[in-house]
T-cell receptor, first 114, second 115 residues
Framework: AQSVTQLGSHVSVSEGALVLLRCNYS??????LFWYVQYPNQGLQLLLK??????LVKGINGFEAEFKKSETSFHLTKPSAHMSDAAEYFCAVFLRGATNKLIFGTGTLLAVQP | EPEVTQTPSHQVTQMGQEVILRCVPISNHLYFYWYRQILGQKVEFLVSFYNNEISEKSEIFDDQFSVERPDGSNFTLKIRSTKLEDSAMYFC?????????????FGSGTRLTVV
């Protein structure tokens, strides 16, 4: 069965520090992988996605993620956290040819301390 | 930038009442979805819709739920007789292509509170 695991439901970093949000997936077919961000009382906004090609993908707001097939991971990083990055981040997987739905992880709430 | 629009943003209803949540997907998108997020929990798939019929649904999407595209622009989710456990944020999404390498565009959600 396909699944997405996000390690750490809450992550706190200092402003200017590295942000690392972890995501692992299980899939028997090549997946499409996504990171979405949800700011308080708002909807889900696409940060970045991996479909094919380059395994390091860059998204909005300075975020990037690297698809590592050998580790079945798609961790989200940002070199320097900003206060405005405080939000909930969801990793999601779409299994090509197997289904017609995005499957979300449980989310990671990122807090940024001044 | 094209948006998915959901109305209302908040709805409070009494248990047992019917509710209809409305969504206007992006105009050239062909695939439509409903997801829900119970407070503090993960975002869960409810149903996908294409060519005027359901293409996939989850175990959550039981006989109390139905979806419709009544007029070519709106996409609605109806809950026939609401229960307390239906309280959640409901998200509509649309995508241009099946296979979703493009990703879904989500609306801002409708917060449903059943009392």
């Amino acid at each position: 069965a396909q699944s997405v695991t996000q390690l750490g439901s809450h992550v706190s970093v200092s402003e200017g520090a590295l942000v690392l949000l972890r995501c692992n997936y299980s899939s028997s077919v090549p997946p499409y992988l996504f990171w979405y961000v949800q700011y308080p009382n708002q909807g889900l906004q696409l940060l970045l996605k991996y479909t094919t090609g380059a395994t390091l993908v860059k998204g909005i707001n300075g975020f990037e993620a690297e698809f590592k097939k050998s580790e079945t991971s798609f961790h989200l990083t940002k070199p320097s956290a900003h206060m405005s990055d405080a939000a909930e981040y969801f990793c999601a997987v779409f299994l090509r040819g197997a289904t017609n739905k995005l499957i979300f992880g449980t989310g990671t709430l990122l807090a940024v301390q001044p | 930038e094209p948006e998915v629009t959901q109305t209302p943003s908040h709805q409070v209803t009494q248990m047992g009442q019917e509710v209809i949540l409305r969504c206007v997907p992006i105009s050239n998108h062909l695939y439509f979805y409903w997801y829900r997020q119970i407070l503090g929990q993960k975002v869960e798939f409810l149903v996908s819709f294409y060519n005027n019929e359901i293409s996939e649904k989850s175990e959550i999407f039981d006989d109390q739920f139905s979806v419709e595209r009544p007029d070519g622009s709106n996409f609605t989710l109806k809950i026939r007789s609401t229960k307390l456990e239906d309280s959640a944020m409901y998200f509509c999404a649309s995508s241009e292509m099946l296979g979703s390498g493009y990703g879904y565009t989500f609306g801002s959600g409708t917060r449903l509170t059943v009392v």
